[in-house]
């Protein structure tokens, strides 16, 4: 009889990576169980939470974190990151409409480079951190500003005409 390796389970790539479709990738089985372990034995006590009301599929994830409060961050770092989000359609109009689309690839260098800040930001000032063990909404509201560079960079990067890599090493 054949043994099912459903039991080993499906989910976040480890490092997190973006497929050229703009979601998380995923891993699965022996690959989710190598990362799985990787992750717990290179993690200090203490540093990374379990979110238990994250869902693991796709388009229930993107249902939890589409209304997310992001009213409730309040950083300047992260309003601007959030400010730079909004930016993204009319950029992208004004892109076409002048025919410079290297408009596009500046915006996304920026993108990239203020959400790169304001992670490292998070190291130094736990209130900054994505994800908040004693705040469910903060988590919410941090998470789909995530979701939202995921989605941008992808979207800009497929505009571009350019596959983003599955992951980097």
Same mark, same amino acid.
């Given at each position: 009889?054949?043994?099912?390796?459903?039991?080993?389970?499906?989910?976040?790539?480890?490092?997190?990576?973006?497929?050229?479709?703009?979601?998380?990738?995923?891993?699965?089985?022996?690959? !989710? +169980?190598?990362?799985?372990? $990787?992750?717990?034995? &290179?993690?200090?006590?203490?540093?990374?939470?379990?979110?238990? @009301? =994250? #869902?693991?599929?796709?388009?229930?994830?993107?249902?939890?974190?589409?209304?997310?409060?992001?009213?409730?961050?309040?950083?300047?770092?992260?309003?601007?990151?959030?400010?730079?989000?909004?930016?993204?359609?009319?950029?992208?109009?004004?892109?076409?409409?002048?025919?410079?689309?290297? !408009? +596009?690839?500046?915006?996304? $260098?920026?993108?990239? &480079?203020?959400?790169?800040?304001?992670?490292?930001?998070?190291? @130094? =000032? #736990?209130?900054?951190?994505?994800?908040?063990?004693?705040?469910?909404?903060?988590?919410?509201?941090?998470?789909?500003?995530?979701?939202?560079?995921?989605?941008?960079?992808?979207?800009?990067?497929?505009?571009?005409?350019?596959?983003?890599?599955?992951?980097?090493?």
């Amino acid at each position: 009889a054949t043994m099912t390796r459903d039991f080993l389970g499906i989910g976040w790539k480890f490092p997190l990576q973006v497929t050229p479709a703009g979601r998380i990738a995923q891993s699965r089985y022996e690959q !989710r +169980i190598e990362e799985s372990t $990787y992750l717990i034995l &290179s993690t200090s006590k203490g540093e990374r939470v379990m979110l238990p @009301d =994250l #869902p693991e599929d796709d388009a229930a994830r993107a249902a939890w974190l589409g209304n997310a409060p992001v009213e409730r961050l309040t950083d300047p770092a992260e309003l601007e990151l959030l400010k730079r989000l909004a930016l993204y359609p009319r950029m992208v109009e004004a892109a076409a409409v002048a025919h410079e689309p290297h !408009r +596009i690839a500046f915006y996304l $260098y920026d993108l990239a &480079s203020e959400f790169h800040a304001l992670w490292t930001k998070g190291r @130094d =000032l #736990p209130y900054l951190r994505f994800i908040m063990t004693n705040d469910v909404e903060i988590t919410r509201a941090g998470l789909g500003m995530v979701q939202g560079v995921v989605s941008v960079l992808a979207s800009g990067l497929a505009v571009l005409g350019v596959q983003a890599p599955t992951e980097m090493r």
